[in-house]
């Protein structure tokens, strides 16, 4: 007996791949049409922040707090409007100061380069106007670095970049604002950084992030990541969105948007979540801000 590894296609379509059988990960076999909001939420978020210990209301309510001010950094050219000063100063790094700085204290070790096809998480990536083939150039580079125990640990990025895209494999150990600045320039080291457009989060790990949108914001609405076949989108300028934009992945992209352009020009105008083959997936949408 064979089973469907699911997941979502960029239109919102269910992909499967024939696979040896795990009746745990068995999924619908029909495509489905994609979702573009959330339902109708069926409980008070109030009554699901105990469905993970480390999801505090206050958590929440800080994730709340940051995902705002990142909005704002992102929106106004200078704190006038903001709560509180931007945190995020323009990036100039250039992958080959990463890779052959002038100080050898400071050099990431390369073990990938390479160009390769669209990440199989996405599906067909034609719905967003993404190259079909071997049009991603992919980047892996690493780093040793102390960690907060004192012990000694690989810093690594772990990217791929097409045109108007970033895609980030979170199956590593890179901190927010070291991804952000390292993917800018892995773009711009073939692109125009004025024609990006999406930032793919893949296979989310980071425990804040995976907990807060499984945990607490998928049950807000009913729903469960692991069996879901929609494509779920989260509306600019909401409290759904704000609390995506606080947690670690949201601010990284957030600090990527403030490093790459000037402040006041662009926007991430909206978020989407869903999943492949129970994983869950992320992508960033940027556009031009309305004058």
């Known amino acids: 007996m064979t089973y469907l590894r699911t997941g979502l296609g960029l239109d919102g379509t ?10 745990e990960k068995q999924g619908p076999e029909k495509p489905v049409s994609c979702q573009d909001q ?32 990142y909005q704002a950094w992102i929106n106004y050219p200078d704190d006038t409007n903001c709560q509180r000063p931007c945190i995020v100063s323009p990036s100039t790094i250039k992958l080959d100061q990463l890779i052959q ?10 073990y990938c380069n390479e160009w390769v096809g669209a990440p199989e998480e996405i599906g067909d990536p034609r719905p967003l106007n993404l190259p079909t083939g071997p049009n991603y150039h ?4 690493r780093k040793l670095g102390i960690e907060k125990d004192g012990s000694v640990g690989w810093n690594k990025y772990h990217g791929r970049v097409a045109h108007t895209a970033i895609f980030a494999d979170n199956n590593v150990r890179l901190d927010g604002p070291q991804w952000s600045q390292i993917a800018q320039a892995h ?3 073939f692109f125009d950084i004025d024609s990006l457009k999406h930032v793919f989060r ?9 907990a807060f949108v499984v ?14 076949i929609q494509l779920r989108t989260w509306r600019y300028d909401t409290d759904d969105y704000h609390e995506i ?15 790459a352009f000037p402040r006041g020009t662009r926007r991430i105008v909206q978020i989407h979540t869903w999943q492949y083959d129970g994983d869950l997936q992320m992508r960033f949408d940027i556009s031009d801000s309305p004058q």
């Open 38 to 69: 959330p339902p109708e939420a069926e409980t008070n978020p109030a009554d699901v922040l105990d469905l993970h210990p480390a999801m505090t209301e206050e958590m929440i309510h800080i994730f709340r707090k940051k995902g705002k001010d």
């Open 138 to 141: 992919k980047l892996c580079l």
């Open 14 to 23: 269910v992909l499967g791949e024939e696979r040896s059988e795990d009746p």
């Open 202 to 210: 893949m296979t989310v790990v980071n425990e804040e992030t995976h």
């Open 245 to 259: 934009m606080g947690t670690p992945l949201g601010k990284a992209v957030g600090a990527l948007v403030l490093g």
């Open 187 to 189: 773009y711009q080291s």
């Open 101 to 110: 700085p002038s100080d050898d204290r400071y050099r990431w070790d390369e």
């Open 215 to 228: 945990k607490v914001l998928y049950p807000r609405y009913g729903l469960e990541l692991a069996g879901d």
